[in-house]
């Protein structure tokens, strides 16, 4: 299946940890092996959904004190193994909301390789809406409508 595929499927909310600020282990972003620590201001939140074919893990990071916004799309896989589809980015540093995807790779690549050389929409050169009054919560929302999760209801949330 393409990434834009697993992106664009309309999925529900399975679970939803809530905004924490403890170190983020691999059970709730699994495509990093090893747990990331969580200092200086940073949070995280993480989702599970589904759709009819795929498991899907939805991590969000952010440091509201720096601008820095960022939710991943990761498709679980066998055995706890899990890939990139897309990334959702926002950074006070350099213009406007901007998605990041490989949309030329068919499949899943698995591990955090997955987070390399991805492409940005739109390009960092073109215009783009400043969207910088971002809260906790109104990030983790624009991530959720943006990769198409749904509530349980089956309404975009």
Partial sequence: MRVRHLITAQKTLLS????????????????????????????WR????????NRYVLPARCNPGRDNWRAILMVSGDKGTASVAGCLDHHGTHPGLHAHAHCHRGGV????AGLDNLARIPAAGRHHRRNSAWTE?????????????QDQRGTLI
Avoid: M
């Fill in 46 to 53: 993480s989702g599970t959904a589904r759709c009819a074919a």
């Fill in 16 to 43: 939803d940890t809530g905004w924490k600020r403890t170190d983020l282990g691999p059970k709730h972003a699994p495509v990093f092996p090893r747990t990331i620590p969580i200092r200086a201001g940073w949070q």
């Fill in 137 to 149: 919560n109104g990030f983790w929302e624009a991530a959720k409508t943006f990769f198409r999760i």
């Fill in 109 to 112: 690549e698995t591990g955090p």
